[in-house]
């Protein structure tokens, strides 16, 4: 069975920064592309940013693109995503995401999902 644990979120301050990290493990020699998700209180889940196999391809949504880094261990199943000047607007849980097929943006992509980890940007 496959588990995605996420940690790191937290209470910041605006301005503030935050690195989350996530971990696939359950079947051992596969890799996942992975990606991170957040949903806004009374909002739709949206993409955050996603990272392939390898690491070497990585896709950060526009919004967040500059304050946002997504990295990967080489040949782990781990992920960390670095958020750096952080708005109150950024507040939403947020959820790792891990899928065998090539990373994108779409929900429906991704097989297995985290929890999810709060984070809260206070002004």
């Known amino acids: 069975q496959v588990q995605v644990v996420e940690s790191g979120g937290g209470v910041v301050q605006a301005g503030g920064s935050l690195r989350l990290s996530c971990s696939v493990s359950g079947r051992a020699g596969r890799s996942y592309a992975m990606a991170w998700f957040r949903r806004a209180p009374e909002k739709e889940r949206e993409f955050v940013a996603g990272i392939n196999f390898t690491g070497e391809s990585t896709y950060v949504a526009d919004s967040m693109e500059g304050r946002f880094t997504i990295s990967r261990e080489h040949g782990r199943n781990t992920a960390s995503l670095q958020m750096n000047s952080l708005k109150p607007e950024d507040t939403a849980v947020y959820y790792c995401?891990?899928?065998?097929?090539?990373?994108?943006?779409?929900?429906?992509?991704?097989?297995?999902w985290g929890q999810g980890t709060q984070v809260t940007v206070s002004s």
């Open positions: 995401a891990a899928t065998t097929r090539a990373m994108g943006t779409g929900e429906r992509l991704y097989d297995y």
